[in-house]
């Protein structure tokens, strides 16, 4: 019951990002329209673990279902990093972009010369440098005395992302240890935990988008070094 209650919450959570974009505010940041098809990409791909683990799904429907999971699973880290551009300016964006291609560019080669068996290291991968940039997103904000409301948003989505992304790295090294011992032990424990780690970061998530829509703007006055610009995320 307590499993039920907490996986569809969260992945009922994770389709409240992608609905705030009806706000009028939120429309023209890039930001938040990459962040909210991330979002909702990530409710599709649980919906339908969910659905499959359930037993519900027809087993004609399981290809179909692998390969929305699959599509996801190499779409994750570059929609984040992308996310992480636009919120950014000038060389902090650059070297995101450059990380994204690249990223794109060993996930194309690594899936060519490897097909699925791929999907451990680009996942792996991909947690390590959504850790990194989260962790950098926050330092950064904490080193400003004054921020912009965009950047206010910010903080609770590097917090969200690092606490969820932190979670399914403690998960994805006792699975691959699982994994190598044999055992399927922990499984449970495992899918729990994960549940519970997705349901508080989509929250979080949504607070910070909240925050946002909800407060209408406030004039600043212009200085060339004022950061964050709308139009340039």
């Known amino acids: 019951m307590f499993y039920a209650i907490v996986s569809n919450g969260a992945i009922v959570f994770c389709f ?21 098809i991330y979002w909702l990409l990530n409710g599709i791909d649980n919906l339908l673990e969910l659905r499959f683990a359930s037993g519900s799904a027809a087993s004609h429907l399981f290809v179909q279902d692998q390969e929305v999971s699959i599509a996801y699973t190499v779409l994750e880290t570059p929609l984040l990093l992308m996310a992480f551009a636009l919120a950014k300016q000038g060389r902090s964006r650059k070297g995101l972009l450059l990380v994204l291609a690249l990223f794109i560019v060993a996930e194309s080669i690594l899936l060519r010369f490897r097909g699925h068996d791929a999907l451990g290291l680009i996942i792996g991968s991909g947690l390590g440098l959504i850790i990194l940039y989260s962790v950098a997103g926050l330092w950064d904000y904490m080193k400003k005395m004054e921020h912009s409301r965009f950047e206010n948003s910010m903080v609770f989505i590097y917090a969200s992302l690092l606490f969820s992304q932190g979670s399914m790295l403690i998960i994805y090294i006792f699975a691959h240890f699982h994994h190598a011992a044999g055992t399927a032990a922990g499984d449970a424990d495992s ?31 212009w200085s060339a070094s004022s950061g964050y610009s709308s139009s340039s995320s």
């Open 16 to 36: 409240i990002p992608f609905l705030f974009l009806g706000w009028k505010n939120m429309r023209p940041i890039r930001t938040w329209w990459v962040l909210g």
């Open 191 to 221: 899918f729990l935990l994960y549940y519970i780690a997705l349901l508080l970061s989509a929250a979080i998530a949504c607070a910070g988008l909240w925050s946002y829509g909800i407060r209408k703007p406030r004039p600043r006055p």
